[in-house]
């Protein structure tokens, strides 16, 4: 790490369990931050209080007695008061999917679900720093996909499929080209900033010849535009997920792509997909 960075673990309302907190604020530690632990049953005001005194980076919220919805803005809303808006806080505990856009919304940068690994925790919080200091030179881990670079789509035959993409949806067909190593041959589409990927297979070995005869024709795999893609696949094997390829291959248009074991993602086929400078960057 760079900067030593201070963090406040706060547990925020009336419950008494704080195993959860302790086990993060050692999980910070290890990692090599400076964890102040502020104990059991403190009103939003001492949180802030403290955040303010401690001069923080950050701020770690866990609520378990399901008062969130009021704990977690009351302390945004005190940081703010005090001028504290450049601390950043994540929240974690008991707190069901469906609050968490509402929390977001409230200025927390990211809740933690139980199970959460801690060191995602960690490196969500390193990146948050170095982020708002500014800080850009180093690789950080834990990066989330920047968009949906293209959406595979398995058809028997190109000729057959491409007038309804040009000619009734009036979408621009950019380029067909062939891919050894997936021996397909692919048409991409251009629709905004992303891509439909039609792919005819080359031959019966071809993946996409197996789907088709498996499942038929149609939406194959969702392709995550990411950087840095080897750092990418390295941390999915750390998460548990199996990758059908470890290291990068070549894929359509330049990209090094990577695909997820579809056992690993709720049964979606994923690529991760590292773009080489555009056509048109590259002119
Ligand atoms: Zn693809």
Redesign the pocket.
């Known amino acids: 790490m760079k900067k030593t960075i201070r963090v406040l673990i706060a547990k925020p309302g009336l419950d008494g369990h704080d195993r959860g907190a302790l086990v993060v604020s050692q999980a910070l530690r290890d990692y090599g931050m400076e964890v102040i632990y502020t104990g059991l049953r403190q009103t939003p005001e001492q949180i802030a209080a403290a955040a303010v005194q401690e001069d923080v980076d950050a701020i770690g919220l866990s609520c378990l007695s399901g008062a969130h919805n009021e704990l977690f803005p009351e302390v945004m809303r005190l940081l703010h008061e005090k001028g504290a808006d450049d601390i950043i806080v994540v929240g974690g505990g008991v707190i069901p999917w469906e609050d968490i856009p509402f929390l977001e919304s409230k200025g927390i940068q990211k809740v933690f679900t139980p199970g959460t690994p801690t060191i995602e925790t960690a490196k969500f919080i390193e990146q948050a720093v170095y982020k708002r200091d500014g800080i850009t030179e180093e690789v950080f881990s834990g990066v989330a996909p920047e968009r949906i670079d ?1 959406i ?1 789509i398995a058809v028997k035959s190109l000729d057959e499929a491409l007038p309804f993409y040009v000619n009734v949806l009036g979408l621009t067909l950019e380029a067909i080209e062939e891919v050894p190593s997936q021996k397909v041959k692919v048409a991409f589409i251009k629709i905004g900033e992303t891509r439909l ?1 039609l792919l005819e297979a080359l031959t019966a070995e071809s993946p996409v010849a197996q789907f088709i005869e498996k499942r038929g024709q149609g939406v194959h ?1 969702v ?1 995550l535009g990411v950087t840095n893609i080897q750092d990418r696949i390295d941390e999915m094997k750390a998460n548990g997920i199996k990758m059908i390829h470890d290291a990068a291959v070549p ?2 248009g330049g990209a090094s ?1 990577a695909f997820m074991h579809p056992s690993s993602t709720h049964k979606v086929l994923f ?1 991760l ?1 590292e773009k080489t400078k555009s056509k048109e960057e590259a002119k």
């Open positions: 293209h595979g990927e795999h392709a894929g359509a792509v690529e997909c």
